[in-house]
C-alpha cells in the first residue's frame, strides 16, 4: 500500500487536521473542510488554538477520519494559512453547502454567537512543498 498524498486526502467528507505547538507537540482536531482547486477550506471558530498555531507554525497535516475523529488513514504533510477575514463568510457558506444537513444548528450558533464575520475564521491548507 502506498503512502497517500495530499491529493488522495483533502477531498475526503471527514478530515483530521494535525496543527503543532512551538515544541513540535501535534495537537489533532477533526475539521469540515470543502476542496477548492487544489486547496482545503476550513471554517473553525475565530481565535481558536488551532489559528494560533497555524500563525506560530505553518506544518499541518491532514488525514482521513471518522465523524467522530477517529483517524483511518495515514496523516499527508500539509501547509496551512489563516486568510483575511473578508474570506470568512464565503468560506463559511462553502462549508455550509457542503455539510447542509447540520445547517440547522450550524447556521444559528453562528448568528447568535454574534454573526459569522465575528466568530469564525478561515483556513486555507495546501499540499506541503516537495
Partial sequence: MTKPTFTDVYREKYLL???FTKDGRPKPTPVWGVPHGDKLLISTDDGSWKTKRINNTP???????????????EPVEAVARNLPKSETRRVFDMVTRRYWWHAWWW???????????KVHAAIEVEAAPT
Fill in 17 to 19: 487536521l494535525t496543527t
Fill in 107 to 117: 447556521v444559528p450558533q453562528a448568528i447568535l454567537r454574534g454573526g459569522v464575520e
Fill in 59 to 73: 506544518r499541518v497535516t491532514i488525514q482521513k477520519c471518522g465523524v467522530l475523529g477517529k483517524p483511518k488513514g
